[in-house]
């Protein structure tokens, strides 16, 4: 006699982010009967330790577009972040060593914010509320070791032996996806030569929600404002210096860092945590299949220098959602080819447009290339003295460039934005 295999209509294998986001947007489905089940090999009810966190809610912090905190308010998540978010209101753009920069503003949008910035922590503690809910199974630590696409979708074999049939099977399980790899889903994989080297400062006069993304030689650097006087700072640094420069003494790391951004933020004061991430720009080769999908660091991941990389899969997460929770209703099976390729058209412009920014920025910016420099003043003078391009450019990073997705109409966790 066959076994009993345990089913569900969808399984959502990783629950960082992304993962964690798509289960909040599917809450129409899921109130009409729809079941779920939520995979991840780190336990998602974590204490203090960084190290025992899933990696989307490690030490980082992260820039929320204005439309994302827009998606996030909408699915009830957003009040729990609220408090500890700190709203950009302005943004300088300079190069470092010329004379081209250029300032950013809500009021331009009459926006209160152009986006917002959160601790990973912070954002994990939002996200990961409210999931248990009728209709959700987590499955946390576990750990998926195979998966075979079949007649009925994709069958999951866990470490431990047991397994579980999804109808539909989305890998939100990260970069360089394991199981998109097992089953012979290709990526592109690029590597810029350089790390991001991420930690927070102090300086000594208030921010007064300014950020600064700074190019210079060495690559992109941003401050972004959190607390008061205390800022979320991305370095990027060579390959071949970033180990150095992670370990320079406190004082020594303040000088060289002050020296980068100069004094417009004021004096840097004392320093955090330091961490390091290599940088890539990976994108899978197919981003979806019958009865697959890959989302978020699974199908791009993209340079942080204009902080997309969310952003980008949380609008493809909810578009994505917007699809099935239809078929949901229309009662029509979730896997389907043509309803995931829609998706997948739909999200295509937006995709290319966000990845190439976001590709272009860092060589553009890290260009020794003569002629470079002065095309980056260009760009620049002309970004600030062109009211207009100001706010396209400005609509885009905010992003609000794109066609929004119709989004669950009542908070999941009955929370009010
Ligand atoms: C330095 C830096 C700064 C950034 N700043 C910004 C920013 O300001 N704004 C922005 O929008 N984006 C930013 N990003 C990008 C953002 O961090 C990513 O887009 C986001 O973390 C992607 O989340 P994810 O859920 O797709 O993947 P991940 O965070 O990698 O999560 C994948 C999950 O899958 C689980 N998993 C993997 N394999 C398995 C398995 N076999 N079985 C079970 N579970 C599994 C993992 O435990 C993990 O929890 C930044 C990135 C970096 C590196």
């Known amino acids: 006699m066959s076994k009993h295999i345990p089913q569900s209509d969808i399984v959502v294998l990783g629950a960082g982010m992304v993962g964690a986001s798509l289960v909040h947007l599917l809450k129409p489905a899921l109130a009409r009967g729809m079941s779920l089940t939520l995979i991840d090999r780190q336990a998602l009810n974590w204490d203090g330790d960084i190290a025992s966190r899933p990696p989307s809610f490690d030490g980082r912090a992260t820039a929320l577009s204005y439309g994302t905190q827009q998606i996030l308010s909408q699915l009830g998540v957003w009040g729990l972040m609220a408090e500890r978010a700190c709203a950009i209101e302005h943004i300088q753009v300079s190069d470092q060593g010329r004379f081209g920069q250029t300032q950013l503003h809500a009021s331009e949008q009459n926006a209160e914010a152009l986006g917002y910035i959160v601790e990973n922590a912070v954002i ?72 991001a080297l991420v930690t927070q400062v102090e300086v000594d006069r208030e921010h007064g929600h300014w950020a600064y993304e700074r190019f210079s030689e060495d690559g992109p650097i941003a401050f972004l404002p959190l607390n008061k006087k205390d800022f979320a700072v991305v370095w990027t640094l060579a390959d071949d210096q970033i180990e150095q420069v992670k370990a320079l003494p406190e004082a020594e790391f303040l000088a060289r860092l002050q020296q980068q951004i100069g004094y417009r933020l004021g004096r840097l004061m004392r320093v955090g945590e330091r961490a390091s991430y290599p940088l890539a720009l990976v994108q899978s080769k197919e981003q979806v299949r019958r009865s697959l999908v890959l989302l978020g660091n699974a199908a791009h991941s993209l340079h942080p220098v204009a902080g997309q990389g969310f952003n980008l899969a949380l609008r493809d997460a909810a578009v994505l959602a917007e699809y099935l929770n239809h078929a949901w209703q229309q009662n029509q099976p979730l896997g389907d080819l043509a309803l995931l390729q ?19 920025l860092p060589r553009l910016f890290g260009s020794k290339l003569p002629g470079m420099a002065l095309l980056r003043d260009a760009g620049l003078l002309s970004m600030s003295a062109l009211p207009t391009a100001r706010k396209l450019f400005t609509r885009h990073a905010m992003g609000l460039g794109q066609r929004a997705a119709k989004l669950p109409a009542t908070p999941l966790s009955g929370e009010s934005a």
């Open 124 to 195: 994990g503690q939002g996200l990961l509320s409210g999931l248990e809910q009728p209709g959700v199974s987590i499955k946390a630590p576990a750990q998926v070791q195979g998966v075979q696409m079949n007649a009925d979708g994709a069958l999951l074999t866990f470490d431990n032996g047991e397994q579980l049939q999804a109808s539909l099977l989305v890998l939100a399980d990260g970069a360089r996806s394991a199981l998109a790899q097992q089953l012979g889903i290709q990526h592109e994989r690029r590597a810029y030569g350089t790390h």
């Open 342 to 360: 829609a998706y997948e058209q739909q999200q295509q412009a937006d995709q290319r447009n966000t990845i190439m920014a976001s590709d272009l």
